[in-house]
């Protein structure tokens, strides 16, 4: 399976714009990007999921390149509750293939 | 509705000592089941992932081991616990089929001590 990279951390403040970008230099064609949003002491939550171009949701975009090399988050006037660590995944659409393995996540931290 | 129930929330066990944390899933019919851990501050280490009753991938030699007795029943166990099993282990479920998304319970907090 594709290995991720992502930036450490990132900080922002209330109201702008994040865009977080991943690294995913040897994704394979049957190959889909997640990303997921996690609180301490709590499991990660999905967040957004794509293939190829553009996929917008209620709280998030994922932006993923024709090459699909990269991917990235963009959350839209982020607040502090938008404090979290946030994890990219790439996994392969095989079923017999389970092996989902998280990078080391980007630690976003939102000032007021 | 599906829910995955996972338990203990906290542990504090001896060094040496055995360990049994148990998931379940519920909603659900052969969902595909995994451990993760992740130490203080780190991120996400996959320990196991199970694709069907019996049916054990292990990711990272260790001294622990999984079971899935059930179909929707993921067990994670050591026999003999170390100062590095430390951590907060975290049971996921996904449905099987193309581009599914996990859903994580909500840990346990292990210290061995």
């Known amino acids: 399976l594709a290995k991720t990279t992502q930036p450490i951390s990132m900080d922002s403040y209330e109201g702008q714009e994040v865009n977080i970008t991943c690294s995913h230099n040897n994704i394979a064609t049957n190959d889909y990007i997640t990303w997921y949003q996690q609180f301490p002491s709590q499991g990660p939550r999905f967040i957004i999921q794509g293939y190829k171009t553009k996929v917008t949701n209620e709280v998030a975009s994922l932006f993923i390149p024709a090459d699909r090399k990269s991917s990235t988050l963009s959350l839209p006037r982020v607040s502090l509750s938008d404090t979290a660590v946030y994890y990219c995944l790439v996994g392969d659409m095989d079923t017999g293939r389970r092996a989902l393995t998280f990078g080391s996540g980007t630690r976003l931290q939102v000032q007021p | 509705s599906q829910t995955i129930h996972q338990w203990p929330a906290t542990l504090v066990q001896p060094v040496g000592s055995p360990l049994s944390l148990e998931c379940t899933v519920e909603g659900t019919s052969n969902p595909n089941l995994y451990w993760y851990r992740q130490a203080a501050g780190r991120g996400l280490q996959l320990l196991f992932y199970?694709?069907?009753?019996?049916?054990i991938s292990s990711e990272v030699p260790q001294n622990l081991s999984a079971s899935r007795p059930q179909d929707r029943q993921f067990i994670l166990s050591s026999k003999k616990l170390l100062l590095s099993d430390s951590g907060f282990y975290l049971c996921a479920w996904e449905r099987q089929g193309l581009n599914e998304k996990l859903f994580f319970g909500s840990g346990t907090q292990l210290s061995v001590l």
């Open positions: 199970s694709v069907g009753i019996g049916q």
